[in-house]
């Protein structure tokens, strides 16, 4: 009996270890556990540890040494513990236009090459060269995935992988960095949506943000997206006749209010990322559209006359302003030409180079509804967008905001740096996945924190550090949490933002009623929002700015007794 009671604890001890080595990233799996004297297959135990890390997001990636934030879900370790990347982290972290053609054909571009992937094939292509695979690529929860170490070999990459440490380190002592080819049209990459006519309205604004939308979208999929409902839904006094801006279009995008298509009344994508550009942009303005998709931006046009204006080329399709009014008419920027000579454009241009635009205005105009615009045009690049994440309508449960209207005004305390934070009700019991907010300027360096017990503002000193990160563009973001935050149905909770960016006075994007929005259309009782100069004195934004703040939460609700 007392054998017997040996052994069941010495089994027991050793099943306890055996767990607390499949929970322990850092140990060292990259050895073959023995178990009893019988040897646990890699095939039995390489698929636990790599649920388990991949279940974590213990992934440690870094580069040259240095330790690299990445996106949720942008690594995934397979079944034989081998690296794959998600075309998104191609996109993000190596600066690789990567997209999917036919649901299988995986093309990448880079330095004016393209590798091209089969989901069903062990080889890929480059430039007519046949390169076998370590593994098959692969679509995990709807996203594409390619085996990263060989990419890494093709891009020139030393790969070090660390199963031990779960650790990848990518060194780029022999590889050339990214660089934009001199001339690119998403025409010919199938990446250009259908061309739309806005008519006799001045709407622009929606039909270029939906063809940037679009373009971003292609060639995975093609949407037809309704401009209808953007402009029906706005919450602006506008007419269809007085125009509108990108920040009217973002705000029923972010707030998940559409995009619907043609065919149906149903919200069909849920847009998460957008990046901002400026005049001077002109560079970033190129990555964004090889990256991402269309670019919309505004540019200054006589609406009833361009055809005839004088700094129009008819002949060539070329368009330069050069005068001082400001911008009244968007468009798409889809592609470039660093060569396109200045010679194309009316009067004096100071060099080459042009921006190739597609416009709302038919496919009589220009070149098939697309045109030319100099580098050198006195507004382009102005208030320009790109959609940089946008995911399926089912990503989240549930948003929580109180800013519907979308950003209209910033606070801040006269320096770069401040603190905000948003009160939320939950409706029952859920997790907060993620938050998202508006970083006005670049390199943006954020904090977020999160108080599940949400108590009069005293209780925010209470706050766990949920993300940390640096935003290299400006625009919206979605930060996903790298630990769960649970709530109960009833239940308060905050969302805290530390935010720093340079250059800015008043780095905290907020909503409140400008003179052009419909009364009543921004509610103050939506939600609680605060900021403070340190993260210890709070003002309420509803009293001192009569706004609210945009910082939004999303969540998954938990099933519990009585739900399904």
């Known amino acids: 009996m007392k054998v017997m009671r040996r052994y069941v604890v010495m089994a027991v001890f050793l099943l306890l270890l055996f767990v607390l080595k499949l929970n322990t990233v850092s140990d060292d799996y990259s050895n073959v556990e023995t178990f009893r004297g019988a040897q646990l297959e890699q095939s039995v135990f390489y698929p636990l540890i790599a649920k388990n890390i991949n279940d974590e997001g213990s992934l440690v990636l870094q580069m040259n040494d240095e330790n690299i934030s ?42 004016n090459l393209e590798y091209i992937f089969d989901l069903d094939e062990t080889s890929a292509s480059v430039e007519g060269e046949t390169i076998e695979l370590s593994c098959t690529p692969m679509v995990e929860k709807d996203k594409y995935f390619l085996p990263l170490k060989d990419v890494c070999e093709m891009f020139g990459y030393e790969y070090n992988w660390s199963t031990q440490k779960a650790t990848l380190n990518i060194t780029s002592t022999e590889a050339s960095g990214s660089n934009l080819p001199t001339a690119y049209d998403l025409r010919k990459k199938g990446r250009v949506s259908e061309i739309k006519d806005q008519g006799n309205t001045d709407t622009c604004w929606a039909y270029a943000a939906f063809g940037a939308l679009e373009s971003g979208l ?24 007085s125009g509108g801006d990108f920040a009217m279009a973002l705000s029923y995008l972010l707030s998940w209010k559409g995009p619907v298509t043609e065919e149906s009344s149903e919200t069909v994508k849920h847009v998460q990322q957008v990046h901002f550009y400026d005049t001077d942009d002109i560079d970033d303005i190129k990555w964004g559209v090889y990256l991402y998709g269309g670019v919309s931006t505004s540019i200054y046009a006589n609406v009833s ?88 309508s089912d990503n989240y449960d549930f948003i929580a905001q109180m800013d519907e209207c979308g950003w209209t005004g910033q606070i801040g305390y006269s320096k770069a740096d401040a603190w905000a934070a948003a009160v939320y009700e939950s409706e029952q019991d859920a997790t ?84 052009n ?24 934004i509803e009293d001192t700015a009569k706004g609210n703040l945009c910082l939004k939460a999303y969540g998954t609700y938990l099933e519990t007794e009585g739900t399904k």
């Open 70 to 111: 990445y996106d949720a879900g942008e690594l995934y370790l397979n079944e034989n513990m081998e690296v794959m990347a998600s075309l998104e982290f191609f996109r993000d972290i190596l600066s690789t236009s990567a997209r999917c053609y036919e649901e299988k054909k995986i093309v990448l571009e880079r330095n």
């Open 218 to 241: 292609l060639p995975e999929e093609n949407l037809s997206l309704d401009a209808s409902d953007l402009i029906e839904k706005k919450p602006y006094t506008y007419t269809d006749n």
């Open 305 to 392: 006359s361009l055809g005839s204006s004088s700094n129009y080329n008819r002949s060539t399709n070329a368009y330069c302003y050069r005068g001082s009014n400001s911008a009244n008419h968007d468009v798409v920027i889809i592609g470039w030409d660093d060569h396109y000579d200045a010679s194309n454009f009316n009067g004096s241009v100071p060099g080459d180079g042009a921006f190739i635009c597609q416009n709302s205005w038919g496919s009589d105009f220009g070149d098939n509804g697309v045109f030319y615009v100099s580098y050198y045009d006195s507004n382009i690049g102005y208030q320009a967008v790109s959609y940089a994440k946008v995911e399926a």
């Open 432 to 515: 907060i996945d993620a938050c998202g907010f508006y970083a006005l300027g670049k390199d943006t360096q954020y904090q977020i924190y999160v108080v599940s017990d949400y108590n009069g503002v005293n209780s925010l000193a209470s706050r766990t550090l949920v993300a940390e990160g640096s935003l290299k563009a400006a625009g919206f973001y979605t930060i996903p949490f790298l630990r769960e935050v649970r709530v109960g149905a009833k239940d308060e909770y905050a969302i805290l933002l530390y935010i720093n960016t340079p250059d800015k006075d008043h780095p905290v994007a907020i909503e409140y009623k400008t003179s």
């Open 517 to 540: 929005m419909e009364e009543g259309s921004v509610d103050l009782s939506d939600g609680k929002s605060f900021v403070s100069k340190n993260g210890l004195e709070w003002e309420s």
